[in-house]
């Protein structure tokens, strides 16, 4: 997971701002306005450099919805329409994630498939504007995320494994997609790809699973090769 600021209430967008002063009390809920939800959503994904704000895969408008960090719970929270309180998380629509063949028509999800927020639910996870968030996490080149080995107060280690499992970011999917970052990363740099090359940001966007390029850089660094 990568750290991202925190966004201040001055970064929201205009429509945003006016919609919540002509609707005073108002809940995320009564947010129908196409115009302004589009215009909040596109500020995140510009903020979080076109990556999930959890397991960093590539997003766009569509293949993404707003995640609370502090969950709605139903609108009993206060913070449904706190800009710091959002960003974007990957995965539009969770029901194309259900198992066609369930013979119950209750919509069981496949569980090798869904993750980050539509699978987080109202459990808790670290937040990615939390300073923590990065170094909670090792990237090993299975392509599994992993408790920090490192990690020795108890409550981060709590926090680190409630996140992985509550995110499920190990399900196949994404430690597929790792793996193959983690060696294409080390293939480069055996070709004498400069690590900063690898990682760079190009027109506003970062690479998908940076966290994981960077991890296996540090690794191919400390380590001559591998």
Same mark, same amino acid.
């Given at each position: ?20 002063? %002509? ?50 719970? %139903? ?16 995965i539009k629509d969770p029901k194309k994630f ?22 987080? %639910? ?79 940001e190009i027109n506003g966007r970062l690479p ?15 380590? %001559?090769?591998?």
């Open positions: 997971m990568r750290y991202i600021p925190k966004p201040e209430r001055g970064d929201e967008p205009a429509q945003f701002s006016r919609w919540k002063r %002509g609707h005073p009390g108002a809940k995320y809920s009564s947010l129908h306005n196409i115009r302004v939800k589009s215009a909040l959503k596109e500020s995140f994904i510009k903020r979080q450099k076109y990556l999930c704000c959890y397991c960093e895969t590539r997003i766009s408008f569509d293949n993404s919805h707003i995640e609370h960090i502090e969950p709605q719970l %139903g609108g009993l929270s206060e913070k449904t329409l706190e800009y710091s309180n959002m960003a974007v998380s990957c259900e198992n066609p063949d369930d013979p119950s028509g209750i919509g069981i999800v496949r569980d090798g498939w869904l993750h980050c927020g539509h699978a987080r %639910g109202p459990l808790p996870a670290v937040s990615p504007y939390d300073e923590r968030c990065e170094r909670l996490f090792a990237y090993s080149f299975s392509g599994e995320i992993k408790v920090n080995p490192e990690l020795g107060d108890p409550e981060e280690i709590r926090l680190a494994q409630e996140t992985i499992d509550n995110l499920r970011l190990n399900v196949p999917t994404l430690v597929s997609l790792r793996n193959l970052v983690m060696f294409e990363c080390v293939k480069a740099l055996d070709r004498g790809v400069p690590a900063e090359a690898i990682l760079r998908p699973f940076v966290s994981s390029a960077a991890a296996a850089a540090a690794a191919f660094a400390s380590n %001559g090769n591998l």
